[in-house]
């Protein structure tokens, strides 16, 4: 089952990535921001769980660095 979740998230984050190089989606798009936040989150889980710490920081970093880029974009003023 660890596996399933961690392959889920590594193909959430690189679904994101083909469709934004395939200019199919926006980087600055809630949906691409959420695509990396759930994709970086389960990832970071499964690195977590497996033990793996240097994939534990870039992962949670990942997700948390979509988490504020999708925070800031809500709280601008239009």
């Not at 961690?6 to 994101?16: C, D, H, I, K, P």
């Not at 395939?22 to 499964?46: F, H, P, Q, T």
């Not at 970093?61 to 800031?72: D, I, M």
């Amino acid at each position: 089952m660890d596996v399933i979740v961690g392959s889920l998230g590594v193909g959430l984050l690189l679904l994101a990535f083909v469709l934004n190089v395939a200019k199919r989606m926006d980087e600055n798009s809630a949906a691409y921001l959420v695509m990396n936040i759930v994709g970086a989150g389960l990832s970071c889980w499964y690195a977590w769980v497996s033990g793996i710490v240097p994939f534990v920081i870039l992962e949670g970093v990942w997700a948390g660095a979509a988490l504020v880029r999708l925070v800031s974009l809500k709280i601008k003023p239009a």
